[in-house]
């Protein structure tokens, strides 16, 4: 017992005299005290402040990134919005193009698409059970996107007018000049009208149509609008240059125009003569 009070004597003496001496500078109001607790009070002040500022920039951290995430997701919201809006518009004009024309058509959408190359490809979402066949021609609401070129019976693999061999024969409005349409293997935006005689009178800005010299395509669809044109030299025929119609590299949704090209024209026109 003895002892244990030698071990814990000193520390049971400090412990009262602490408490001894917090009691007197509390209950005391000497001027010495005082000036002690008001510079404990303010420095116990500064503490609580500097502690108080870096929860509020803890807390204003946290909420910048709330309200970051808040605005992406309002961003994405809205992008989804206009994309909606836009995707209305398209399908409506389709509608009204669908119901103003007199081809019978079959509706698609654009599954797969590869505009990269120079020989490119699509497939559409609509094949020989919908009643579409090889060499029908394939449309938007602007014009030509195409022909079928292959088909299953649920799908269709289109060649565009993105794609080097492709000719479509067409005729320019209202001088009616006749010549072939094709795309130059580079400019997407860009097509090309060959065979047309220096002597038309041909101008910027008049649309191009199919001539309906085709098996495929039938006459009045719309190609593009004249852009330039070039006369050169020692050549009699006009170089033609046309913003096409259609975007086919936008293109979403289409038209199959259910009208089989016929097998006795086509055979004929492709066999050979001497």
Known sequence: MNRLWDRLRDWIILGVLLIVSILVLVSRNEP???????????????IDRQISWLSSFAGALNENVRLREDNILLSSQVARSR???LENARLRSLIQYRDSTSFDMRAGR?????VTGQQNLMTINIGSNDSVDVGMSVVDERGIIGKVILTSPNYA???PYLNTELR????????QAAGIVRWGGTRKDELIMDHVIKTESVEIGQLVVASGYSAVFPEGLQIGTITRVERQEGRNELVIYLSPSTDATTA???????EKPDPERIELENTPFN
């Open 32 to 46: 010495v005290v005082l000036g002690l607790r008001s510079v404990a009070l303010q420095t116990a002040s500064g």
């Open 83 to 85: 994309e909606t809006q």
């Open 110 to 114: 654009i599954i797969a698409k590869d």
């Open 157 to 159: 693999r289109v060649m």
């Open 168 to 175: 479509i024969p067409a005729k320019i409005l209202p001088v």
């Open 252 to 258: 979403s949704h289409v038209f199959v125009i259910l």
